[in-house]
């Protein structure tokens, strides 16, 4: 299937996430067809309509090839949809990438290495935001510290990106959607 940049239409399922209980968000998974449109299979920023409602959000890879789409409570109730319902969604991958929130203990981290510093100020979005990822999936605190001292360390040395990161989790299985409520 060609890539695009243009309009790709498409209908999902709102689904209630498993976890955690009481979610005030929903999310759907995109078809197939249209993730297969999109110009990557790891995380792309889209605009679009959900229910004719626009929004702009990042979508995630769900590791089978496809992404998802977290839909907050604002989103889903000005489109007047509900966990459920099949809405229609029309999306297109932004010109530019938006630049991502960088978390205060990375922000600190890069200040104080003024050599990652540069380089980080030298990367793309894109790379920032795999950078950011990289860091903040480690599940524990100790795994996060140890994340962060590694990229000022490899960024200090020239390196552009995480090493051995698997954007699309495919492989990795580093990203997936979450698990439906029944």
């Given at each position: 299937m060609s890539k695009t940049t243009g309009k790709i239409r498409f209908k999902a399922k709102l689904l209630r996430p498993a976890s955690p209980k009481g979610a005030a968000w929903t999310f759907l998974v995109l078809p197939a067809s249209a993730s297969a449109k999109l110009p990557t299979r790891s995380m792309t920023t889209v605009d679009g309509t959900l229910a004719g409602q626009p929004f702009q959000a990042t979508l995630e890879p769900d590791g089978q090839g496809s992404h998802?789409?977290?839909?907050?409570?604002a989103l889903r109730d000005a489109a007047g949809a509900a966990a459920g319902d099949t809405v229609a969604l029309e999306i297109a991958p932004v010109a530019k990438e938006p630049e991502p929130r960088v978390p205060a203990d990375l922000r600190t981290a890069?200040?104080?290495?003024?050599?990652?510093?540069?380089?980080?100020?030298?990367?793309?979005?894109?790379?920032?935001?795999?950078?950011?990822?990289?860091?903040?999936?480690g599940k524990k605190a100790e795994t996060r510290e140890r994340r962060i001292h590694t990229a000022c360390d490899m960024l200090a040395s020239g390196k552009r990106r995480a090493c051995c990161f698997d954007r699309s989790g495919i492989y990795s299985k580093g990203f997936s959607a979450p698990t439906a409520a029944d």
């Open positions: 998802w789409l977290k839909v907050d409570r890069l200040a104080a290495h003024p050599d990652a510093r540069a380089q980080w100020a030298d990367l793309t979005a894109v790379a920032r935001r795999d950078w950011i990822h990289w860091v903040t999936s």
